[in-house]
Protein backbone atom coordinates (compact mmCIF):
# COMPACT_ATOMS: atom_id res chain seq x y z
CA UNK A 1 0.00 0.00 0.00
CA UNK A 2 1.00 3.50 -0.78
CA UNK A 3 -1.27 4.80 1.94
CA UNK A 4 -0.10 3.69 5.21
CA UNK A 5 3.30 4.74 4.69
CA UNK A 6 1.99 8.44 4.10
CA UNK A 7 2.98 10.35 7.19
CA UNK A 8 2.05 14.26 5.42
CA UNK A 9 2.22 15.53 2.23
CA UNK A 10 5.88 15.35 1.35
CA UNK A 11 5.49 11.82 1.29
CA UNK A 12 3.44 12.12 -1.80
CA UNK A 13 5.22 15.43 -4.03
CA UNK A 14 7.93 12.63 -5.91
CA UNK A 15 5.02 10.10 -7.40
CA UNK A 16 4.17 9.72 -10.81
CA UNK A 17 0.86 9.20 -12.73
CA UNK A 18 0.11 5.99 -11.85
CA UNK A 19 1.20 6.17 -8.19
CA UNK A 20 -1.28 9.45 -8.03
CA UNK A 21 -3.98 7.07 -9.13
CA UNK A 22 -3.58 4.05 -7.11
CA UNK A 23 -3.11 6.20 -4.02
CA UNK A 24 -6.00 7.72 -5.15
CA UNK A 25 -7.78 4.23 -5.22
CA UNK A 26 -6.68 3.34 -2.15
CA UNK A 27 -7.95 6.15 -0.63
CA UNK A 28 -11.66 5.36 -1.16
CA UNK A 29 -11.04 1.30 -1.11
CA UNK A 30 -9.97 2.76 3.00
CA UNK A 31 -12.96 4.91 3.07
CA UNK A 32 -15.63 2.82 1.92
CA UNK A 33 -15.08 0.44 4.29
CA UNK A 34 -14.63 2.77 7.06
CA UNK A 35 -18.06 4.42 6.32
CA UNK A 36 -19.34 0.63 5.71
CA UNK A 37 -18.95 0.22 9.59
CA UNK A 38 -18.37 4.30 11.06
CA UNK A 39 -20.83 6.23 8.66
CA UNK A 40 -19.80 9.56 7.78
CA UNK A 41 -19.95 11.97 5.33
CA UNK A 42 -19.73 10.18 1.82
CA UNK A 43 -20.17 11.84 -1.80
CA UNK A 44 -18.17 14.89 -0.90
CA UNK A 45 -15.57 13.02 0.45
CA UNK A 46 -15.47 10.40 -2.99
CA UNK A 47 -15.61 13.16 -5.12
CA UNK A 48 -12.45 15.46 -3.44
CA UNK A 49 -10.36 12.38 -3.39
CA UNK A 50 -8.00 13.21 -7.11
CA UNK A 51 -8.52 17.50 -5.91
CA UNK A 52 -7.02 17.10 -2.29
CA UNK A 53 -4.44 14.57 -3.77
CA UNK A 54 -3.62 17.55 -6.50
CA UNK A 55 -3.26 19.86 -4.33
CA UNK A 56 -1.29 18.85 -1.99
CA UNK A 57 1.12 17.96 -4.39
CA UNK A 58 1.17 21.26 -5.66
CA UNK A 59 1.00 23.47 -2.64
CA UNK A 60 3.54 23.14 0.78
CA UNK A 61 0.69 22.47 3.30
CA UNK A 62 1.23 23.95 6.28
CA UNK A 63 2.92 26.79 4.94
CA UNK A 64 0.88 27.30 2.28
CA UNK A 65 -2.71 27.30 3.48
CA UNK A 66 -5.84 25.20 2.38
CA UNK A 67 -9.40 25.95 3.82
CA UNK A 68 -11.64 23.04 3.76
CA UNK A 69 -15.96 24.92 3.53
CA UNK A 70 -17.92 23.00 5.44
CA UNK A 71 -15.23 20.47 5.55
CA UNK A 72 -17.08 17.94 4.27
CA UNK A 73 -14.32 16.92 2.26
CA UNK A 74 -11.79 16.53 4.54
CA UNK A 75 -11.31 12.97 4.68
CA UNK A 76 -9.23 12.55 1.59
CA UNK A 77 -7.03 15.74 3.38
CA UNK A 78 -7.02 14.22 7.14
CA UNK A 79 -5.42 10.73 5.29
CA UNK A 80 -2.38 12.67 3.73
CA UNK A 81 -1.83 14.52 6.58
CA UNK A 82 -0.33 12.38 9.00
CA UNK A 83 -4.02 11.23 10.12
CA UNK A 84 -4.44 8.27 7.97
CA UNK A 85 -4.53 5.21 11.14
CA UNK A 86 -8.46 6.94 11.52
CA UNK A 87 -9.12 5.80 8.15
CA UNK A 88 -7.73 2.17 7.95
CA UNK A 89 -7.41 0.80 11.37
CA UNK A 90 -11.16 0.20 12.48
CA UNK A 91 -10.13 0.59 15.97
CA UNK A 92 -9.13 3.48 15.91
CA UNK A 93 -11.95 5.29 13.65
CA UNK A 94 -13.21 7.44 15.74
CA UNK A 95 -9.53 9.08 16.77
CA UNK A 96 -10.60 11.92 14.38
CA UNK A 97 -13.47 14.44 13.76
CA UNK A 98 -15.48 14.72 11.12
CA UNK A 99 -14.42 18.00 10.18
CA UNK A 100 -11.26 19.83 9.97
CA UNK A 101 -9.55 20.87 13.37
CA UNK A 102 -6.43 22.68 14.06
CA UNK A 103 -6.19 20.58 17.29
CA UNK A 104 -5.79 17.22 15.50
CA UNK A 105 -3.02 18.56 13.29
CA UNK A 106 -1.27 21.99 12.14
CA UNK A 107 -2.27 21.36 8.36
CA UNK A 108 -5.87 22.22 9.73
CA UNK A 109 -6.78 26.26 10.36
CA UNK A 110 -10.41 26.21 11.55
CA UNK A 111 -13.00 23.73 13.38
CA UNK A 112 -15.84 24.17 10.66
CA UNK A 113 -18.91 22.25 9.80
CA UNK A 114 -21.14 24.77 8.63
CA UNK A 115 -21.43 26.46 5.42
CA UNK A 116 -20.03 29.02 3.12
CA UNK A 117 -17.06 30.58 5.23
CA UNK A 118 -14.07 28.74 3.31
CA UNK A 119 -13.63 32.13 1.23
CA UNK A 120 -14.44 34.91 3.93
CA UNK A 121 -11.81 32.70 6.74
CA UNK A 122 -9.19 32.39 3.36
CA UNK A 123 -9.69 36.77 2.53
CA UNK A 124 -8.42 36.91 6.52
CA UNK A 125 -5.61 34.44 6.14
CA UNK A 126 -4.42 36.61 2.88
CA UNK A 127 -4.70 39.80 4.56
CA UNK A 128 -2.70 38.51 7.56
CA UNK A 129 -0.41 37.13 5.51
CA UNK A 130 -0.10 40.40 3.48
CA UNK A 131 0.12 42.96 6.56
CA UNK A 132 3.22 40.11 7.91
CA UNK A 133 5.17 40.49 4.72
CA UNK A 134 4.64 37.26 3.97
CA UNK A 135 4.06 34.94 0.85
CA UNK A 136 2.80 31.27 1.27
CA UNK A 137 -0.11 30.78 -0.98
CA UNK A 138 -4.39 30.73 0.67
CA UNK A 139 -6.58 28.93 -0.76
CA UNK A 140 -10.34 27.99 -0.17
CA UNK A 141 -11.89 24.74 -1.19
CA UNK A 142 -16.13 25.19 -1.80
CA UNK A 143 -18.33 23.26 -3.34
CA UNK A 144 -21.36 21.11 -2.44
CA UNK A 145 -24.20 23.98 -3.29
CA UNK A 146 -21.90 26.10 -0.74
CA UNK A 147 -21.61 29.16 -2.97
CA UNK A 148 -25.46 29.85 -2.58
CA UNK A 149 -24.87 31.23 0.81
CA UNK A 150 -24.34 34.86 1.78
CA UNK A 151 -21.25 34.79 3.08
CA UNK A 152 -19.81 32.80 0.14
CA UNK A 153 -20.76 35.87 -2.03
CA UNK A 154 -19.26 38.44 0.52
CA UNK A 155 -16.04 36.85 0.26
CA UNK A 156 -15.60 36.40 -3.14
CA UNK A 157 -16.90 40.67 -3.35
CA UNK A 158 -13.88 41.02 -0.65
CA UNK A 159 -11.54 38.96 -2.82
CA UNK A 160 -11.89 40.17 -5.88
CA UNK A 161 -10.44 43.82 -4.55
CA UNK A 162 -7.61 42.21 -2.83
CA UNK A 163 -5.12 42.37 -5.33
CA UNK A 164 -3.26 39.42 -3.45
CA UNK A 165 -2.67 36.04 -3.93
CA UNK A 166 -6.08 34.02 -3.23
CA UNK A 167 -7.23 31.04 -4.72
CA UNK A 168 -10.56 29.73 -4.91
CA UNK A 169 -11.09 25.86 -5.66
CA UNK A 170 -14.72 25.66 -7.02
CA UNK A 171 -15.29 22.23 -6.83
CA UNK A 172 -19.09 22.03 -8.77
CA UNK A 173 -20.41 18.86 -8.38
CA UNK A 174 -23.83 20.49 -9.46
CA UNK A 175 -24.99 19.04 -6.06
CA UNK A 176 -25.58 20.49 -3.06
CA UNK A 177 -27.31 18.06 -0.71
CA UNK A 178 -30.08 17.87 -2.55
CA UNK A 179 -30.58 19.28 -6.14
CA UNK A 180 -28.77 23.02 -6.11
CA UNK A 181 -31.46 25.66 -6.60
CA UNK A 182 -31.21 29.55 -7.64
CA UNK A 183 -29.93 31.49 -10.42
CA UNK A 184 -26.09 31.16 -9.96
CA UNK A 185 -26.29 27.26 -10.85
CA UNK A 186 -28.02 27.76 -14.31
CA UNK A 187 -25.15 30.10 -15.23
CA UNK A 188 -22.44 27.24 -13.86
CA UNK A 189 -24.01 24.66 -15.88
CA UNK A 190 -22.89 27.46 -18.77
CA UNK A 191 -19.93 27.35 -18.08
CA UNK A 192 -19.77 23.44 -17.24
CA UNK A 193 -21.25 23.09 -21.28
CA UNK A 194 -18.83 25.98 -22.72
CA UNK A 195 -15.99 24.39 -20.82
CA UNK A 196 -15.59 27.76 -19.23
CA UNK A 197 -16.10 30.09 -21.98
CA UNK A 198 -19.65 31.46 -21.05
CA UNK A 199 -19.50 35.19 -20.14
CA UNK A 200 -22.20 34.66 -18.10
CA UNK A 201 -19.37 34.65 -15.31
CA UNK A 202 -20.01 35.01 -11.66
CA UNK A 203 -16.42 35.08 -10.71
CA UNK A 204 -15.40 37.51 -13.32
CA UNK A 205 -18.06 40.09 -12.59
CA UNK A 206 -17.07 39.94 -9.24
CA UNK A 207 -13.03 40.76 -10.08
CA UNK A 208 -11.41 37.46 -9.71
CA UNK A 209 -9.14 35.67 -12.44
CA UNK A 210 -11.03 32.40 -13.68
CA UNK A 211 -10.09 28.70 -15.09
CA UNK A 212 -11.59 26.05 -15.76
CA UNK A 213 -11.26 22.33 -15.20
CA UNK A 214 -13.36 20.14 -17.58
CA UNK A 215 -12.78 17.02 -15.34
CA UNK A 216 -12.14 17.80 -11.80
CA UNK A 217 -11.43 13.83 -11.14
CA UNK A 218 -8.34 13.56 -13.04
CA UNK A 219 -5.58 14.58 -11.06
CA UNK A 220 -2.88 15.63 -13.53
CA UNK A 221 -5.04 18.36 -14.91
CA UNK A 222 -5.36 19.27 -12.05
CA UNK A 223 -2.29 19.35 -10.83
CA UNK A 224 -1.14 21.05 -13.99
CA UNK A 225 -4.36 24.24 -13.41
CA UNK A 226 -2.95 24.24 -9.90
CA UNK A 227 0.64 24.82 -10.65
CA UNK A 228 -0.49 27.54 -13.30
CA UNK A 229 -2.13 29.73 -10.18
CA UNK A 230 0.16 28.78 -7.68
CA UNK A 231 2.18 31.95 -6.29
CA UNK A 232 -0.21 33.43 -7.82
CA UNK A 233 -0.14 37.74 -7.18
CA UNK A 234 -4.40 37.91 -7.84
CA UNK A 235 -6.93 36.57 -6.73
CA UNK A 236 -8.07 33.63 -8.68
CA UNK A 237 -11.03 30.84 -9.53
CA UNK A 238 -10.46 27.37 -10.20
CA UNK A 239 -12.89 25.84 -10.87
CA UNK A 240 -13.45 22.06 -11.06
CA UNK A 241 -16.28 20.00 -12.76
CA UNK A 242 -16.24 16.75 -10.02
CA UNK A 243 -18.70 13.67 -10.03
CA UNK A 244 -19.89 13.36 -6.05
CA UNK A 245 -19.84 10.21 -4.79
CA UNK A 246 -17.24 8.91 -7.66
CA UNK A 247 -16.07 5.42 -7.33
CA UNK A 248 -18.81 3.66 -5.55
CA UNK A 249 -21.71 3.12 -7.58
CA UNK A 250 -24.70 3.73 -5.24
CA UNK A 251 -23.70 7.16 -4.68
CA UNK A 252 -22.72 7.80 -8.26
CA UNK A 253 -26.72 6.91 -8.97
CA UNK A 254 -28.26 8.47 -6.09
CA UNK A 255 -25.94 11.48 -5.00
CA UNK A 256 -28.92 12.72 -2.67
CA UNK A 257 -29.03 9.97 -0.28
CA UNK A 258 -25.22 9.50 -0.34
CA UNK A 259 -24.25 12.98 0.84
CA UNK A 260 -24.19 11.15 4.03
CA UNK A 261 -24.60 7.56 5.04
CA UNK A 262 -24.85 5.60 8.64
CA UNK A 263 -23.32 2.32 8.09
CA UNK A 264 -23.82 -0.05 5.08
CA UNK A 265 -23.28 -2.88 3.40
CA UNK A 266 -21.00 -2.44 0.57
CA UNK A 267 -22.35 -5.13 -2.15
CA UNK A 268 -26.06 -3.96 -1.66
CA UNK A 269 -25.46 0.05 -0.54
CA UNK A 270 -28.60 -1.33 1.94
CA UNK A 271 -28.37 0.80 5.57
CA UNK A 272 -27.20 -1.78 8.54
CA UNK A 273 -30.05 -0.03 10.65
CA UNK A 274 -32.83 1.48 9.84
CA UNK A 275 -35.40 3.03 11.81
CA UNK A 276 -38.14 6.13 11.03
CA UNK A 277 -38.63 9.44 13.16
CA UNK A 278 -42.12 9.78 14.57
CA UNK A 279 -42.14 13.60 14.13
CA UNK A 280 -40.18 13.75 10.92
CA UNK A 281 -42.67 11.78 9.20
CA UNK A 282 -45.81 13.59 11.44
CA UNK A 283 -44.15 16.93 9.93
CA UNK A 284 -44.00 15.57 6.17
CA UNK A 285 -47.91 14.46 6.37
CA UNK A 286 -48.74 18.05 7.96
CA UNK A 287 -47.05 19.73 5.11
CA UNK A 288 -48.43 18.07 2.38
CA UNK A 289 -51.89 17.69 3.83
CA UNK A 290 -51.63 21.68 4.63
CA UNK A 291 -50.46 21.97 0.88
CA UNK A 292 -53.87 20.05 -0.57
CA UNK A 293 -55.97 22.45 1.78
CA UNK A 294 -54.43 25.83 1.41
CA UNK A 295 -52.73 27.13 -1.68
CA UNK A 296 -51.25 29.43 -0.09
CA UNK A 297 -49.08 26.98 2.37
CA UNK A 298 -45.64 26.92 1.32
CA UNK A 299 -42.58 24.81 2.89
CA UNK A 300 -39.08 26.52 2.83
CA UNK A 301 -36.08 24.67 3.25
CA UNK A 302 -32.30 25.73 2.56
CA UNK A 303 -30.60 23.09 1.31
CA UNK A 304 -31.42 20.05 3.84
CA UNK A 305 -34.73 19.07 2.53
CA UNK A 306 -36.17 20.82 5.78
CA UNK A 307 -34.46 18.50 7.83
CA UNK A 308 -37.58 16.21 7.92
CA UNK A 309 -36.59 13.87 5.14
CA UNK A 310 -39.07 15.48 2.11
CA UNK A 311 -38.09 12.82 -0.69
CA UNK A 312 -37.83 13.68 -4.31
CA UNK A 313 -41.28 12.59 -5.05
CA UNK A 314 -42.87 14.51 -1.62
CA UNK A 315 -40.80 17.46 -2.93
CA UNK A 316 -42.26 17.10 -6.70
CA UNK A 317 -45.94 16.47 -5.15
CA UNK A 318 -45.81 19.92 -3.25
CA UNK A 319 -44.87 21.46 -6.23
CA UNK A 320 -44.94 25.64 -6.25
CA UNK A 321 -45.25 25.35 -2.63
CA UNK A 322 -42.10 23.89 -2.11
CA UNK A 323 -38.92 26.26 -1.75
CA UNK A 324 -35.11 25.29 -1.56
CA UNK A 325 -33.34 28.86 -1.85
CA UNK A 326 -30.10 26.67 -1.20
CA UNK A 327 -27.69 26.83 1.52
CA UNK A 328 -28.98 30.71 2.65
CA UNK A 329 -30.76 30.49 5.58
CA UNK A 330 -30.92 34.08 5.98
CA UNK A 331 -32.54 34.69 2.80
CA UNK A 332 -35.30 31.79 3.72
CA UNK A 333 -36.36 34.11 6.78
CA UNK A 334 -36.41 36.64 5.19
CA UNK A 335 -38.44 35.51 2.95
CA UNK A 336 -40.56 33.79 4.89
CA UNK A 337 -41.53 36.89 6.76
CA UNK A 338 -42.47 38.38 2.97
CA UNK A 339 -44.69 35.06 2.26
CA UNK A 340 -46.39 35.81 5.56
CA UNK A 341 -46.99 40.07 5.07
CA UNK A 342 -47.97 38.84 1.40
CA UNK A 343 -50.62 36.89 3.24
CA UNK A 344 -49.02 33.20 2.45
CA UNK A 345 -48.52 30.61 4.90
CA UNK A 346 -44.99 30.08 5.10
CA UNK A 347 -42.98 27.41 7.02
CA UNK A 348 -39.08 27.34 7.17
CA UNK A 349 -37.65 24.39 8.66
CA UNK A 350 -33.88 22.88 9.27
CA UNK A 351 -31.57 22.41 11.95
CA UNK A 352 -31.33 24.28 14.96
CA UNK A 353 -27.57 24.22 15.06
CA UNK A 354 -27.84 25.90 10.98
CA UNK A 355 -30.55 28.26 12.73
CA UNK A 356 -27.80 29.86 14.56
CA UNK A 357 -27.21 32.03 11.50
CA UNK A 358 -30.21 34.15 10.96
CA UNK A 359 -31.01 35.76 14.79
CA UNK A 360 -30.88 39.15 12.66
CA UNK A 361 -33.04 38.14 10.10
CA UNK A 362 -35.67 36.45 12.83
CA UNK A 363 -35.35 39.54 14.64
CA UNK A 364 -35.45 42.42 12.58
CA UNK A 365 -37.37 41.27 9.53
CA UNK A 366 -39.78 38.94 11.23
CA UNK A 367 -40.55 39.99 14.85
CA UNK A 368 -39.40 43.70 15.24
CA UNK A 369 -42.49 43.86 11.96
CA UNK A 370 -44.63 40.93 13.82
CA UNK A 371 -45.05 38.60 10.70
CA UNK A 372 -46.79 35.45 11.54
CA UNK A 373 -43.92 32.94 9.60
CA UNK A 374 -43.39 29.65 11.12
CA UNK A 375 -40.25 28.39 12.00
CA UNK A 376 -39.41 24.53 12.34
CA UNK A 377 -36.53 24.37 14.36
CA UNK A 378 -35.43 20.73 13.91
CA UNK A 379 -32.41 18.46 16.04
CA UNK A 380 -32.46 20.82 18.83
CA UNK A 381 -31.42 18.61 21.65
CA UNK A 382 -28.32 17.34 23.68
CA UNK A 383 -29.48 14.08 22.16
CA UNK A 384 -28.87 14.84 18.80
CA UNK A 385 -25.81 15.70 16.35
CA UNK A 386 -22.78 16.04 18.63
CA UNK A 387 -20.12 17.58 16.81
CA UNK A 388 -18.52 20.57 18.20
CA UNK A 389 -20.11 22.41 15.05
CA UNK A 390 -23.49 20.93 14.77
CA UNK A 391 -24.86 21.37 18.37
CA UNK A 392 -28.59 22.48 18.79
CA UNK A 393 -29.06 23.24 21.91
CA UNK A 394 -28.44 26.99 22.46
CA UNK A 395 -31.29 27.54 20.38
CA UNK A 396 -33.94 28.79 23.39
CA UNK A 397 -30.90 30.79 24.49
CA UNK A 398 -30.80 32.72 21.50
CA UNK A 399 -34.21 32.91 19.96
CA UNK A 400 -36.51 32.69 23.07
CA UNK A 401 -35.95 35.69 24.31
CA UNK A 402 -36.69 37.51 20.82
CA UNK A 403 -39.65 40.02 21.70
CA UNK A 404 -42.89 39.19 19.64
CA UNK A 405 -41.70 35.69 19.11
CA UNK A 406 -43.64 33.08 20.09
CA UNK A 407 -41.20 30.29 21.10
CA UNK A 408 -43.25 26.52 21.78
CA UNK A 409 -41.59 23.42 23.35
CA UNK A 410 -44.22 20.47 22.79
CA UNK A 411 -43.82 17.51 24.83
CA UNK A 412 -45.09 15.07 23.04
CA UNK A 413 -46.35 13.78 19.45
CA UNK A 414 -49.71 14.99 20.02
CA UNK A 415 -49.14 18.02 21.07
CA UNK A 416 -46.38 18.35 18.43
CA UNK A 417 -49.26 18.23 15.76
CA UNK A 418 -51.50 20.30 17.86
CA UNK A 419 -48.97 23.29 17.76
CA UNK A 420 -48.34 22.83 14.22
CA UNK A 421 -51.82 23.11 13.10
CA UNK A 422 -52.25 26.11 15.60
CA UNK A 423 -49.16 27.95 14.45
CA UNK A 424 -50.36 28.10 11.01
CA UNK A 425 -54.01 28.58 11.34
CA UNK A 426 -53.09 31.93 13.74
CA UNK A 427 -51.79 35.04 12.06
CA UNK A 428 -51.22 37.16 14.97
CA UNK A 429 -47.34 35.81 15.78
CA UNK A 430 -44.43 34.80 14.47
CA UNK A 431 -43.95 31.17 15.81
CA UNK A 432 -41.09 29.30 16.46
CA UNK A 433 -41.24 25.38 17.47
CA UNK A 434 -39.11 23.00 18.69
CA UNK A 435 -39.40 19.63 17.02
CA UNK A 436 -39.60 17.16 20.10
CA UNK A 437 -36.29 14.75 20.47
CA UNK A 438 -37.87 11.99 22.87
CA UNK A 439 -40.35 13.42 24.65
CA UNK A 440 -43.59 11.45 26.05
CA UNK A 441 -44.62 8.90 24.09
CA UNK A 442 -48.19 9.73 25.09
CA UNK A 443 -49.34 12.57 26.09
CA UNK A 444 -50.17 12.38 30.08
CA UNK A 445 -52.84 15.45 29.81
CA UNK A 446 -55.52 16.32 27.43
CA UNK A 447 -53.59 17.96 24.20
CA UNK A 448 -55.05 21.26 23.31
CA UNK A 449 -55.77 22.42 19.91
CA UNK A 450 -55.71 26.06 20.50
CA UNK A 451 -52.56 28.02 22.04
CA UNK A 452 -54.03 31.58 21.39
CA UNK A 453 -53.99 31.89 25.80
CA UNK A 454 -49.99 32.88 24.87
CA UNK A 455 -47.69 31.86 27.91
CA UNK A 456 -50.43 29.17 29.47
CA UNK A 457 -48.36 26.09 31.39
CA UNK A 458 -50.17 22.56 31.30
CA UNK A 459 -50.04 21.09 35.04
CA UNK A 460 -49.18 17.25 34.17
CA UNK A 461 -49.57 16.01 37.73
CA UNK A 462 -50.52 18.42 40.77
CA UNK A 463 -49.05 17.75 43.94
CA UNK A 464 -47.11 19.78 47.11
CA UNK A 465 -43.62 20.76 48.58
CA UNK A 466 -41.51 20.55 45.00
CA UNK A 467 -42.63 21.46 41.59
CA UNK A 468 -40.80 20.32 38.55
CA UNK A 469 -41.25 22.38 35.44
CA UNK A 470 -39.73 20.29 32.19
CA UNK A 471 -39.30 22.08 29.12
CA UNK A 472 -40.45 20.25 25.91
CA UNK A 473 -38.25 17.61 25.57
CA UNK A 474 -37.59 17.08 28.95
CA UNK A 475 -41.36 17.32 30.11
CA UNK A 476 -40.79 13.61 30.50
CA UNK A 477 -37.72 13.68 32.45
CA UNK A 478 -39.30 15.48 35.03
CA UNK A 479 -42.13 13.02 35.13
CA UNK A 480 -39.69 10.43 35.94
CA UNK A 481 -38.20 12.42 38.24
CA UNK A 482 -41.68 12.55 40.24
CA UNK A 483 -41.61 9.07 40.03
CA UNK A 484 -38.96 8.34 41.36
CA UNK A 485 -39.49 10.85 44.35
CA UNK A 486 -42.71 9.29 44.59
CA UNK A 487 -40.97 6.55 45.72
CA UNK A 488 -39.95 8.51 48.55
CA UNK A 489 -43.59 9.56 49.85
CA UNK A 490 -43.48 12.87 47.92
CA UNK A 491 -45.58 13.73 45.49
CA UNK A 492 -44.00 16.18 43.07
CA UNK A 493 -45.74 18.57 41.05
CA UNK A 494 -45.22 18.22 36.95
CA UNK A 495 -45.31 21.33 35.09
CA UNK A 496 -44.87 21.47 30.95
CA UNK A 497 -44.60 24.85 29.95
CA UNK A 498 -44.98 24.57 26.41
CA UNK A 499 -44.00 28.45 26.26
CA UNK A 500 -40.60 29.06 26.64
CA UNK A 501 -40.67 32.48 25.39
CA UNK A 502 -43.05 33.85 28.21
CA UNK A 503 -44.06 33.02 31.85
CA UNK A 504 -47.24 32.12 32.95
CA UNK A 505 -47.10 34.02 36.23
CA UNK A 506 -51.36 33.00 37.32
CA UNK A 507 -49.71 29.51 37.91
CA UNK A 508 -46.00 30.55 39.00
CA UNK A 509 -47.90 32.37 41.65
CA UNK A 510 -50.24 29.69 42.62
CA UNK A 511 -47.37 27.21 43.38
CA UNK A 512 -45.87 29.50 45.79
CA UNK A 513 -49.47 28.39 48.15
CA UNK A 514 -48.10 24.53 48.52
CA UNK A 515 -44.64 24.56 46.93
CA UNK A 516 -40.87 25.59 48.06
CA UNK A 517 -38.72 23.74 45.91
CA UNK A 518 -38.88 24.68 42.30
CA UNK A 519 -36.74 22.83 39.37
CA UNK A 520 -36.54 23.57 35.66
CA UNK A 521 -35.11 21.08 33.33
CA UNK A 522 -33.95 21.94 29.64
CA UNK A 523 -32.40 20.74 26.83
CA UNK A 524 -30.21 23.34 26.55
CA UNK A 525 -27.71 25.78 28.09
CA UNK A 526 -28.40 27.54 31.34
CA UNK A 527 -26.93 31.04 30.57
CA UNK A 528 -29.78 32.87 29.06
CA UNK A 529 -32.09 29.57 29.12
CA UNK A 530 -36.00 29.16 29.68
CA UNK A 531 -34.98 28.39 33.62
CA UNK A 532 -33.22 31.55 34.33
CA UNK A 533 -36.45 32.82 33.44
CA UNK A 534 -38.00 30.74 36.50
CA UNK A 535 -35.47 31.58 38.68
CA UNK A 536 -35.33 35.55 38.49
CA UNK A 537 -39.27 35.79 38.81
CA UNK A 538 -39.05 33.91 42.23
CA UNK A 539 -35.58 36.10 43.16
CA UNK A 540 -37.43 37.92 45.68
CA UNK A 541 -39.53 35.31 47.50
CA UNK A 542 -37.71 33.84 50.42
CA UNK A 543 -40.24 31.20 50.54
CA UNK A 544 -39.11 29.75 47.46
CA UNK A 545 -36.00 27.86 46.02
CA UNK A 546 -35.26 27.17 42.58
CA UNK A 547 -32.67 24.96 40.75
CA UNK A 548 -31.99 25.03 37.27
CA UNK A 549 -31.00 21.70 35.26
CA UNK A 550 -29.42 22.17 32.02
CA UNK A 551 -26.36 21.84 30.25
CA UNK A 552 -23.11 23.95 31.13
CA UNK A 553 -21.99 27.15 28.33
CA UNK A 554 -19.66 25.24 26.67
CA UNK A 555 -19.00 23.52 23.04
CA UNK A 556 -19.23 20.06 24.28
CA UNK A 557 -17.93 18.07 21.44
CA UNK A 558 -18.13 14.79 20.45
CA UNK A 559 -19.31 13.53 23.96
CA UNK A 560 -21.61 10.54 24.59
CA UNK A 561 -25.26 12.15 25.77
CA UNK A 562 -25.88 9.60 28.21
CA UNK A 563 -22.29 10.84 30.05
CA UNK A 564 -23.03 13.80 29.66
CA UNK A 565 -25.83 13.93 30.69
CA UNK A 566 -24.71 12.64 33.80
CA UNK A 567 -22.04 15.13 34.57
CA UNK A 568 -25.08 17.35 34.48
CA UNK A 569 -27.31 15.65 36.89
CA UNK A 570 -29.74 14.81 34.16
CA UNK A 571 -30.84 11.68 34.79
CA UNK A 572 -34.61 11.14 36.88
CA UNK A 573 -32.25 9.41 39.70
CA UNK A 574 -30.15 12.13 40.73
CA UNK A 575 -32.18 14.89 40.33
CA UNK A 576 -34.81 12.95 42.59
CA UNK A 577 -31.83 12.64 44.98
CA UNK A 578 -30.63 16.13 44.67
CA UNK A 579 -33.98 17.14 45.35
CA UNK A 580 -34.68 14.88 48.85
CA UNK A 581 -31.01 16.52 50.00
CA UNK A 582 -32.62 20.09 49.25
CA UNK A 583 -35.56 19.40 50.96
CA UNK A 584 -33.42 18.52 54.33
CA UNK A 585 -32.10 21.62 54.46
Not at 158 to 173: H, P, R
Not at 478 to 495: D, P, Q
Request: negative net charge; contains cysteine; charged residues 20%.
Amino acid sequence: MYLEKITSPADIKGYDAAERKALAQEMRDAMLKRASIHGGHFGPDFGAVEAIIALHTVFDSPKDKIVYDVSHQSYPHKMLTGRVEAYIVESQYDEVSGYTNPEESPHDFFNVGHTSTSISLATGLAKARDLAGRKENIIAFIGDGSMSGGEALEGLNTAGAMNSNLIVVFNDNDQSIAENHGGMYRAFKELRETNGTSPNNLFRAMGLDYRYVADGNDTEALIAAFSEVKDTEKPVVVHIATQKGKGYKFAEENREAWHYCGPFDIATGKAKHTGSDPYAKASVEFVLKMAKENPNFVYLTAGTMGGIGLSPSKRAELGSQYVDVGIAEEQAVAMASGLAKGGARPIFGTYSTFFQRVYDQVAQDVAVNNNPAVFLLIGASMYYMNDVTHLGFFDIAIFANIPNLVFLAPASLAEYKAVLAWSVAQTAHPVMIRMPVGGYEESPYDVRTDYSDLNKYEVVTEGADVALIGAGNFAALASEAAAELAKEGIRATVVNPIFLSGLDTALLDALKEKHRLILTLEDGILEGGFGQKIASYYGTDAGIRVRNYGLSKEFHDRYNATELAREHHLTAEQIAADTLILLKK
